[in-house]
């Protein structure tokens, strides 16, 4: 079993002239501490869940590519882009770029985008649900494009591009994972079987039933079940002074082993201190690998 990380606030003791040596110290920790990847949060204010909107927020793919510079190991992504931030083929290009100055160590994490404040307060265009959809697949479809050897035109309802040209291309082969988040039945998981090499739920009690739909849609669509790393969001609390914190994780990591979860991504609170990423690493990361996964 992997362990990942997302790392989701950055109100760290100490203000704004903390906020960059700390990430940099807790990116670094999970680094050599053997977690398996990286996330942080693709929102420009803070969400609901985490404390007000007017808590810091950094902007995902300029924090990824900061870590990137100061790890070595850790794969990177954002957990998830809303499709409606970026162009598609800007998008594209970003991540490309990660993956190459990172060595291919990037993730695209993408889905339909929900936080409605943020895009009115900046100004983004924020469509309907279904045609947010829309543009999540040809999003997808324009992304495969450009990190495949074509480079012809894309002509979508939503989206219509000249040349998909992307050089330098990504490192990662045959390109870096795409990750779809969410557990919608009908739309995001059949996206899912049909485009993603990962997806991502959160660990709720519907966890079992939404890997069934997913394996249908599979079979329906032909495309091998086993192929898709699965991957959950998982709220962990460790604290050196409670054993029974981090036994709390390591049930929850084995529960979700036994139904074939690949990795773990552990949002750790508002986390500050490096050293809660230390412990969490010999304590969790370490056992961790010792877990099997269902069917692997």
């Known amino acids: 079993m992997k362990i990942g990380l997302q790392i989701a606030q950055f109100n760290y003791p100490g203000g704004e002239t903390a906020i960059g040596p700390t990430f940099a110290a807790l990116a670094r920790a999970a680094d050599t501490g053997g977690f398996a990847s990286l996330w942080v949060m693709d929102h420009f204010f803070q969400i609901e869940f985490n404390g007000p909107a007017e808590q810091p927020m950094l902007e995902s793919y300029a924090a990824l590519s900061f870590a990137a510079g100061i790890t070595s190991k850790i794969k990177l992504g ?5 499709v409606t931030y970026r162009h598609p083929g800007v998008l594209a290009k970003t991540v490309s770029t990660l993956d190459v100055l990172s060595e291919g160590r990037a993730y695209l994490g993408i889905g339909a985008a929900w936080f409605e404040r943020e895009h009115r307060a900046l100004g983004v265009p924020y469509p309907p649900l279904k045609e947010r959809f829309e543009r999540l697949e040809e999003t997808v479809q324009i992304v495969e494009r450009m990190w495949s050897e074509s480079n012809d035109a ?9 040349e998909t040209l992307n050089v330098p291309a990504t490192i990662s082969r045959p390109h870096p994972p795409i990750l779809i988040g969410g557990g919608g ?3 995001t998981l059949r996206l899912v079987a049909q485009y993603a090499d990962a997806c991502n739920l959160f660990p709720s009690p519907e966890m079992p039933h939404k890997l069934e739909v997913l394996k249908e849609h599979c079979a329906k669509l032909g495309r091998d079940y086993a192929e ?3 991957t959950t969001l998982t709220r962990s609390y460790p604290d050196p002074n409670d054993r029974a914190s981090i036994q709390q994780t390591l049930d929850a990591i084995e529960y ?5 979860i690949d990795q773990v991504i552990l949002n750790m609170g508002n986390l500050t201190d490096p050293a809660i990423v230390e412990l969490a690493a010999r304590e969790i990361v370490t056992p961790a690998r010792e877990i099997m996964v269902a069917g692997r």
Request: aromatic share 8%; net charge negative.
């Open 78 to 82: 954002a957990m998830v882009t809303g």
């Open 154 to 162: 894309y002509d979508g309802q939503h989206y219509h591009l000249a």
């Open 228 to 230: 898709i790393e699965k």
């Open 185 to 187: 039945e009908t739309k």
């Open 256 to 260: 979700q082993a036994s139904l074939g």
